[in-house]
């Protein structure tokens, strides 16, 4: 009776394992694929797949020839096509969400996902996303389109996922980067710090160190604060925007993006919610929690905490001293990010 029912279970996940991995007609592993693929020498600039930003993605567990299931012990000297799985197969939920949108005549998944480096949410930059839009929407003719009701729009395309604009979700967080100063940049002249340059602060240590400073996975207020104040870390700076909490397919523009006190209020209390994304040395981010409320009490605890003046040029305090005397309260997009960043403007 026992072994009966092991026997069934048995069969039942290889059976199991068949649908999902379809056999396949090649016993190269990805690691043979790899030695040719990520050879330019051997395959040539389009055929190259980057085994590091490969390995880190969770595609890599499937295995090369799980998606190219075609492929053959005597590829490529048989001149034979490679088939490529598509992305449906496998990802039935987002493509049903995907098609209804009117945008899924103008993009396939391919056109924004590179499969060999596909990632989540969490372990994208703003600028990661938007670059995937930027292909199509230039980003020149976007600042422009959006200019028309949204004062900087430049720094918002840059600061903001589009996505926070144009898909919904449930819930919004706020995601901190470490920036720093780029001399040969226009606009704010800060850009995300790479892994490598926030090596050159943390040494042999882990850069999780710069801020975690007892290493607990988790960002407090203090902690925050320190990092902050240290003379040390004077050309680094911290960066907050709102990202959705999920990536919905939803392609669409939400209505109340107009509306500025989305952001720049004190908000709701999930956006309270916040991590630190910090860069991993194959290009994508790890995100850490950050104390809940604490971007909104290092605001709020600060006494000689103030905006107009702040900003990092005239234009900018010209336009927010009119936002003030509007009556729009914008702590969130300035507060906390104002306050995070303020020692920066200092000098
Ligand atoms: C999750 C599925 C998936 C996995 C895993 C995968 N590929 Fe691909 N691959 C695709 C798809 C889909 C395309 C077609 C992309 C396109 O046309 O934009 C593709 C395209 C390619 C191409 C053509 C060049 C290009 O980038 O369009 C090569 C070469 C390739 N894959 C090699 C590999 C190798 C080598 C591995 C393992 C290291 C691998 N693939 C793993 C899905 C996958
Ligand atoms: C010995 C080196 C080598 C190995 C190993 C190798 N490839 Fe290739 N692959 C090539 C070359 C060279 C080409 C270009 C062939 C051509 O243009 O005729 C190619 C072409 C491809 C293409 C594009 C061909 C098309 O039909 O569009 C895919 C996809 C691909 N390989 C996937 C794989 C996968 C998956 C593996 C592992 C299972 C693999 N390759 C192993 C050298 C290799
Ligand atoms: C053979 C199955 C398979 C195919 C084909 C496939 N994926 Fe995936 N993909 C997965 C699995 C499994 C995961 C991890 C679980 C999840 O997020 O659904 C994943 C995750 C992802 C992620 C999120 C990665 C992360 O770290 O959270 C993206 C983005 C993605 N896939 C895009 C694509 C795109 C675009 C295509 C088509 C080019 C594609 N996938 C084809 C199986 C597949
Ligand atoms: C217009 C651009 C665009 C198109 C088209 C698109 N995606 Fe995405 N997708 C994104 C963005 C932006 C994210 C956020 C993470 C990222 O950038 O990788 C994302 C995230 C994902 C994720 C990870 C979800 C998570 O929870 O983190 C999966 C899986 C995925 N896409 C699959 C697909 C599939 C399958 C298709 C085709 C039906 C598709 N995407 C088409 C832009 C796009
Ligand atoms: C492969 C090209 C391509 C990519 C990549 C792409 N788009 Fe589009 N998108 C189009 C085209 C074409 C249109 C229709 C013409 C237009 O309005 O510019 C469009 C329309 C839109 C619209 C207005 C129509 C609507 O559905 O409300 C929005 C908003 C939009 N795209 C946002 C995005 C965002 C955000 C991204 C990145 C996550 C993105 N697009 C990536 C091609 C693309
Ligand atoms: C602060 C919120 C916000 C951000 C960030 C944002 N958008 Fe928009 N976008 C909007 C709103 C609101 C509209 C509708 C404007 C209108 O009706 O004139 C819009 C309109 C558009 C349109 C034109 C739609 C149409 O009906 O013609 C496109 C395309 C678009 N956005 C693309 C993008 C891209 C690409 C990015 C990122 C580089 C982006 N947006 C960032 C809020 C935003
Ligand atoms: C989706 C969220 C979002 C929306 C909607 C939004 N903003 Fe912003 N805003 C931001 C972020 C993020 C920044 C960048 C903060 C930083 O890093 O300095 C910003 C920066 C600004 C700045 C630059 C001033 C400075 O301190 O550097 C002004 C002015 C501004 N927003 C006004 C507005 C107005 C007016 C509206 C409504 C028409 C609006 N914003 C809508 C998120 C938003």
């Known amino acids: 009776m026992k072994t009966e029912w092991t026997l069934k279970i048995l069969w039942g ?10 056999l396949v007609a090649s016993a190269m592993e990805m690691e043979d694929c790899l030695g040719c693929h990520s050879e330019i020498d051997v395959v040539g600039e389009a055929l190259l797949v980057d085994a590091v930003k490969f390995e880190h993605t969770v595609h890599a567990e499937l295995g090369c020839a799980t998606c190219h299931s075609s492929v053959t012990d005597e590829h490529p000297d048989d001149g034979a096509a490679v088939s490529r799985a598509d992305c449906l197969d496998c990802h039935q939920e987002v493509g049903d969400q995907y098609m209804q949108t009117a945008h899924a005549e ?34 020149a003719a976007v600042v422009e389109q959006h200019s028309e009701w949204l004062p900087q729009a430049s720094l918002h395309i840059a600061k903001l996922p589009c996505i926070t604009c144009h898909t919904s979700s449930e819930e919004y967080k706020i995601v901190l980067h470490i920036s720093q100063k780029q001399e040969d940049r226009a606009l704010s002249g800060y850009e ?9 602060y943390s040494g042999a240590k882990e850069i999780k160190g ?56 004190s908000g709701p209390g999930s956006m309270q919610t ?4 910090l860069p991993t040395p194959d290009g994508s981010f790890a995100r850490i929690d950050v104390e809940e409320g604490a971007v909104l009490d290092a605001l709020y605890g600060t006494p000689n905490f103030y905006m107009t003046g702040s900003t990092r040029s005239a234009s900018l305090n010209i336009i927010g001293f009119i936002i003030i005397c509007c009556g729009f309260i914008m702590p969130i997009g300035h507060g906390t990010l104002r306050f995070l960043t303020r020692k920066n403007r200092k000098h």
């Open 106 to 139: 103008n993009a396939t998944c391919g056109d924004c996902h590179d499969p060999h480096q596909a990632h989540g949410l969490d372990a994208v930059s703003a600028s990661d996303m938007n670059e995937q839009c930027s292909q199509c929407h230039e980003n």
């Open 192 to 200: 995300i710090s790479k892994y490598e340059d926030l090596k050159v």
């Open 210 to 265: 710069l801020i975690d400073i007892n290493k607990d996975n988790f960002i407090s207020l203090a902690e925050l604060r320190t990092f902050n104040l240290n003379p040390a870390y004077k050309a680094l700076h911290l960066d907050g925007t709102l990202f959705p909490s999920e990536a919905s397919h939803d392609l669409t523009t939400l209505d109340n993006r107009y509306d500025c006190s989305f952001c720049h209020a």
């Open 13 to 22: 996940s290889l059976l199991l394992a068949g649908l999902a991995f379809p």
């Open 274 to 277: 916040s991590f630190l994304a």
